[in-house]
């Protein structure tokens, strides 16, 4: 797809988020339709509400992920966790901002119509858009296989999140540019999309063996941020998806079977009451 052509339906699709309209993925098999409870959001909370000073860049609100537009059931740029999860956070972070960093999270609880709109996604292999950045060296016909997409995902249980470290005082991250070359998940930080993190050795969503959390191929400072980030987390209650140096869930998650679907919204957890 060429840049023009990116420009353009990117800018459509961010149009229709502003007006609460986005492209609809394919309904779910009713086999696979997620359980609720009567008020889907008890339980949860904002982060912002108990953390303020976490940083957030909720990346599915916006263009800038592997799909290359909003995805379904991101109404707000907003992190909401179960509320154990937001305080295990909130102790993580008073341990790193006594070490000069800080969290800064690009993903929380993630609806099952999101899930569902990756799926989609994943099964339309014309759909090539972001592959140079996110996907380059993965066949789009192998995602499934691979693990990079599945059809359920801990982000709708409410109590993983995707996140990074931030080296204080934060530099500014430029606004998203569709325009810009789609460069490698796994190129040089300083050639990669621009984002105040440290260097953790790939992007953030980067769909490569690199983004295990220990590959032996990372070393030095990229090795040693990535294990600042377990460490702490790991401290303060969250295990690691070893395929991923980003993504982390709460130890004795409070809802470990359920996969909610209500939208991301302050509005979610108002209703609920």
């Known amino acids: 797809m060429s840049v023009l052509a990116r420009t353009v339906r990117a800018a459509v699709l961010s149009a229709a988020v502003v007006v609460g309209v986005s492209a609809a993925a394919p309904p779910s098999d009713p086999a696979s339709t997620p359980v609720t409870v009567p008020k889907p959001a008890r339980g949860f909370v904002a982060l912002s509400d108990v953390d303020p000073t976490i940083r957030q860049e909720i990346r599915y609100h916006t263009p800038n992920n592997f799909v290359g537009e909003p995805i379904n059931g991101y109404l707000q740029p907003t992190c909401i966790l179960t509320r154990p999860a937001a305080h295990a956070l909130q102790r993580a972070q008073r341990s790193l901002l006594l070490q000069g960093y800080s969290l800064k999270v690009y993903d929380c609880y993630r609806p099952q119509r ?55 005082p934060a530099r500014p991250v430029p606004p998203y540019d569709p325009d810009r070359p789609l460069i490698p998940c796994y190129a040089a930080q300083k050639d990669r999309a621009p984002d105040n993190s440290v260097d ?3 992007g953030y969503d980067c769909f490569d063996t690199l983004s295990h959390t220990l590959d032996p191929r990372i070393q030095g400072e990229q090795k040693a941020n990535r294990l600042l980030l377990k460490s702490t987390l ?3 209650g969250f295990k690691n998806l070893p395929e991923e140096w980003w993504h982390y869930t709460l130890r004795g998650e409070p809802f470990p079977d359920t996969y909610f679907d209500f ?7 108002s209703l609920a009451g």
């Not at 066949?139 to 995902?153: C, M, N, P, V």
């Open 263 to 269: 939208p991301v919204s302050k509005r979610s957890l």
């Open 200 to 202: 953790m050795g790939t």
């Open 114 to 168: 999101s899930v569902d709109h990756f799926v989609a996604w994943a099964k339309d292999l014309d759909d090539q858009t972001m592959k140079d950045e996110f996907y380059p060296r993965v066949d789009k016909s192998r995602l499934f296989e691979d693990g990079y997409i599945a059809e359920r995902s801990g982000h709708s249980r409410g109590s993983t999140v995707d996140l990074t470290l931030v080296k204080l």
């Open 234 to 236: 790991e401290s303060a």
